[in-house]
């Protein structure tokens, strides 16, 4: 409950931000690309921002931390990226919009931050 009222927080939050620039966090369990029902209202809150900018870009960057086996780290990074993508097109925004972005596996962000996907909606 506890993480539901962050992300409902910090969805408030970004929702005060002025013009196209908004920048949204989804974060996963380790190891996890799953959407769970927080990262989903996250992840509905940014289409639902990106559809009143119709001409903006929406990028997708996605983290993973780096546990030893570089290779499965960088895919789950993409995994994550393309499973947030499909949820967008699910939730609206037309995939021509979205431009996908792994990072490379890091451990500098912690635990918790290198287990996220960045949405940032910018102009056109």
Known sequence: MRRLSLVLGLCLLAGCATGPSRKYIVFFTRDSTVLDDPARLVVAHAAEQAAQYPNSVV???????????????????????????????????????????????????????SRRVEIEITAG
């Open 59 to 113: 990028n997708v960057e996605g983290y993973a931390a780096a546990h030893g086996d570089l290779s499965a780290d960088a895919l789950l990074a993409i995994d994550r990226a393309k499973r947030v993508s499909a949820q967008l097109t699910t939730d609206g925004v037309v995939g021509g919009r979205i431009r996908q972005k792994p990072r490379a596996p890091s451990n500098e962000d912690g635990a918790v931050g």
